[in-house]
């Protein structure tokens, strides 16, 4: 039987695969720094370990979830985006919980891909920003992953020289693993652009809420006045909208 599966075969290498067996080379000749993996070498903070502990105690967590996500954590998130951001969200329509925006992001491509479909994609990046993609059956083109000056010339190139005409732009700042950021006259303009063309913009904001400044730093969303698509089968969004995806774990120093 054989086991090459045509979506596989298109998959990159994952880097972390490839840099495993090199690490387990260097570790059996001297000691080495690692700067891949971010991975805490400390616990999780306490108090969230005890509330997983005494929620998975409750028998009342024993079943199975709705689909969209509970209604309490989805209005949670609404009233978290609310006072955050300035966004008002419904939560019923505009927020699906997901175990981890890897998993949201690999569904969302899934959703809006058909086949041959073209997707900007910063390079290098996340790796599920195109694997996604690419296992939906779409084509990704890349796209620099520094907000500079250049950043939306070669927007605009990519976006006239791609037959067909890409369907969405894959944003991450502050970004990984560049550590890029990008204010939010960049999004500005990203933002208006899209919409001149009909483009998704799906932002992956694993990041958002790591800051060292005293005031949290404002987010796209809050100038462009955007909301966050929804993967159900709510309303037809009207396009392009900034689809927001938050990690949980990442923000608490935890690894997601
Ligand atoms: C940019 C980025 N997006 C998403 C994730 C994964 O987030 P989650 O654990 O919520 O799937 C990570 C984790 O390293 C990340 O760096």
Known sequence: MSDDFHRIRRLPPYVFAHIDPIKAKARRRRRYYRLGHGQSGYADPQHIVEKLQETVKDPRTHRYSTSRGIPGLRKAQASYYGRRFGVKLNPDTQIVATTGSKEGFANMASAIT???????????????????????????????????????????????????????????????????????????????????????????????????????????????????????????????????????????????
């Open 114 to 256: 058909a086949p041959g479909d073209v997707v900007l994609v910063p390079n290098p990046t996340y790796p599920i920003h195109s694997f996604g993609f690419i296992m939906s059956g779409g084509v990704v083109r890349s796209m620099p992953a520094d907000p500079n000056e250049d950043f939306m010339r070669s927007l605009d190139r990519a976006v006239r020289h791609s037959i067909p005409k890409p369907i969405a732009l894959v944003l991450n700042y502050p970004a990984n693993p560049t550590a890029y950021t990008a204010d939010l006259d960049f999004y500005t303009e990203v933002v208006k652009y899209c919409k001149a063309n009909d483009i998704f913009i799906l932002s992956d904001l694993a990041y958002s809420e790591i800051y060292f400044d005293e005031d949290a730093p404002r987010h796209p969303c809050c100038r462009c006045r955007a909301p966050s698509i929804s993967l159900s089968n709510s309303p037809p969004c009207p396009r392009p909208i900034p689809c927001p995806a938050g990690a949980w774990a990442l923000p608490w120093a935890m690894n997601g």
